[in-house]
């Protein structure tokens, strides 16, 4: 979490290298893609209305400002496209719209400052019915938002447990993720997404299954190891500046 945390305030990249040798090659690939910068000093400024905070936004740090949520998400590449999924809290409690407000991109380009903003501010709408909700929801956007997003977090948490020694924890946070994505997928029907929760989560929970199985010694290698590869993946999938 250090490491992550250093990279994301510095607007550099985090690197997990289990052999010392491919030092070369990731430090050519950095180089490489600080020579493709367009743009720096990258800030998304959302506003949010009463009583909503801005909980997750791609792993990246937020910080508040005059009633806004502000995020960094580093340099942007020449030709890059970048997507950030970001979880909103806010109040249930009554049935209404909530204005969130227009969300600001601020960067340095050639030098300048350079502002761009959303034509039409971000809005929620809090309804009664659940199949609304179900209905409203965009199939090849939350299926991306899941398998990148949510997974994500997921193993990053996961890789908290295995570093605490909580196996139980660990399988019943996959099994809660489980539960919770095929309840919705059962009505949007995403392969996508499918093929994550049959092939991905299986694969994750005989990975902690495996980590704690054998002698204390080779236990305590394994979890160190695990939890360091599953961070980094984590942090790839969520964070990753060379995504087109």
């Excluded at 290298?17 to 030092?23: G, H, K, S």
């Excluded at 959302?46 to 909980?55: F, H």
Aim: proline share 5%.
């Amino acid at each position: 979490m250090l490491m992550t945390t250093i990279a994301d305030h510095g607007a550099g990249s985090y690197h997990f290298l289990e052999n010392p040798q491919a030092f070369a090659h990731v430090f050519e690939d950095e180089l490489s893609a600080s020579r493709r910068v367009a743009a720096t000093d990258v800030k998304i400024r959302i506003p949010l209305g009463a009583g909503v905070r801005l909980i997750s936004a791609g792993g990246y740090p937020i910080h508040h400002e005059s009633e806004a949520a502000v995020i960094a998400p580093g340099n942007l590449l020449s030709g890059q496209q970048r997507t950030l999924y970001l979880t909103f809290q806010v109040p249930t409690a009554t049935e209404r719209e909530i204005l969130l407000g227009q969300v600001q991109a601020d960067s340095i380009m050639d030098g300048k400052p350079q502002t761009s903003a959303l034509a039409q501010p971000l809005t929620v709408a809090c309804v009664p019915d659940p199949a609304a909700v179900m209905a409203s929801i965009k199939k090849e956007t939350w299926a991306d938002q899941v398998v990148q997003e949510e997974f994500s977090q997921l193993k990053e948490s996961v890789a908290a447990d295995i570093r605490d020694g909580e196996k139980e924890r660990a399988q019943q946070r996959i099994e809660a993720y489980k539960t919770k994505q095929a309840a919705i997928n059962a009505v949007v029907g995403s392969s996508k997404v499918t093929q994550n929760l049959d092939t991905d989560v299986q694969a994750l929970r005989e990975s902690v299954d495996d980590t704690f199985a054998g002698p204390p010694a080779a236990v305590a290698a394994k979890k160190k190891q695990a939890a360091k590869s599953l961070q980094y993946d984590s942090y790839q999938k969520r964070r990753d500046k060379h995504q087109k």
